[in-house]
């Protein structure tokens, strides 16, 4: 189906925008238009291949960034983390964030989500100070909220995807071991099913922000977690799906603050979103249908180590 709604997806050949564009694609209201530094990489022509216009720009270009929004009515926007190590002969992610948001309210765009985090300099009042990965995407957040941009910012929890992408999930002589670190036991952690749940909850708000009869406020941050659950818990879902031993352990700190900082907060804090009912009722009212983190288990899991 096709559409002249047109909406620009930042980070379309990666993890978020990858989800975001096959749900706008299955959906057929938006048109995708993914922005991508290298047109002709792998990533970008396979998603060129599935009908999606593929749009080339240099976020250290303005004028690159404001020609291929051009035309786009609403906006996901993705940064990319400065993990340690830092490189600083690249802009920051604040660098990049704001100057995406001046390019897009200069081309007329009318609605951005932004994928985001809670800033945890604030969060814990001083305490973990040094997670400059979460407090930069805070202060993009509220750059967004003063734009006079109407916007909405999503808050992920951990990548469930991280059991294979970050290596999580280890194979064992009796199965297999979920290993973090710092996490105990018994703590919570949110889990962010982001092929599935992100696409959902973007076009939930793409499809509502014109819409005065819905509750929709500009300036809001919308938790998107699968399942608040333990590691422990987790393993033990994996266990019943595989039909193996599947184990817990808290590995040590990685001796890089903003890491271990990061994951102390996680767990001091339960994955942050405790008082945010799963799923989210105010995505849900707008349209969102989240999975479960057993589909996720039954459908991404066990197709990689269920061998």
Same mark, same amino acid.
């Given at each position: 189906m096709s559409s002249s709604r047109i909406v620009a @997806?930042?980070?379309?050949?990666?993890h978020q925008g990858s989800s975001v564009v096959q749900r706008l694609l299955k959906d057929g209201t938006f048109a995708p238009r993914a922005i991508t530094r290298d047109p002709q990489s792998e990533a970008a022509v396979k998603i060129k291949g599935l009908g999606v216009e593929v749009v080339k720009a240099d976020t250290a270009d303005k004028t690159s960034v404001v020609n291929a929004l051009r035309g786009a009515e609403a906006v996901f926007v993705v940064t990319l983390s400065g993990f340690p190590p830092y490189s600083p002969e690249k802009p920051s992610e604040v660098t990049v964030g704001k100057a995406i948001i001046n390019a897009a309210k200069e081309a007329g765009v009318k609605f951005i989500v932004f994928s985001s985090v809670p800033g945890l300099t604030k969060l814990s009042r001083g305490k973990y100070s040094? @997670?400059?990965?979460?407090?930069?995407?805070?202060?993009?957040?509220?750059?967004?909220? =003063?734009?006079?941009?109407?916007?909405?910012?999503?808050?992920?929890?951990?990548?469930?995807?991280?059991?294979?992408?970050?290596?999580?999930?280890?194979?064992?002589?009796?199965?297999?071991?979920?290993? @973090?670190?710092?996490y105990t036991p018994t703590a919570l952690n949110a889990f962010t099913w982001v092929g599935h749940d992100v696409g959902e909850a973007v076009l939930a708000l793409?499809?509502?922000y014109l819409d005065p009869s819905n509750f929709f406020v500009s300036g809001k941050a919308y938790p998107v977690v699968?399942?608040? &659950?333990?590691?422990?818990?987790?393993? =033990? &879902?994996?266990?019943?799906?595989?039909?193996?031993? @599947?184990?817990?352990?808290?590995?040590?700190?990685?001796?890089?603050p903003a890491y271990d900082e990061m994951f102390a907060a996680g767990a001091e804090y339960d994955g942050f979103y405790t008082s945010t009912p799963v799923p989210n009722p105010d995505l849900t009212a707008l349209g969102a249908k989240f999975a479960t983190l057993e589909e996720f288990v039954e459908m991404e899991v066990k197709k990689r180590f269920g061998q």
């Open positions: @997806v930042f980070g379309a050949t990666g040094k @997670v400059s990965i979460y407090d930069d995407k805070a202060e993009i957040e509220e750059y967004l909220k =003063a734009s006079g941009i109407a916007n909405a910012s999503l808050h992920l929890g951990g990548f469930a995807e991280n059991l294979w992408t970050r290596n999580n999930l280890k194979k064992t002589d009796t199965g297999f071991n979920i290993s @973090v670190p710092i793409f499809k509502s699968t399942a608040n &659950m333990s590691y422990t818990d987790l393993a =033990a &879902m994996i266990a019943k799906a595989l039909g193996k031993d @599947v184990t817990f352990t808290t590995a040590p700190p990685t001796g890089i």
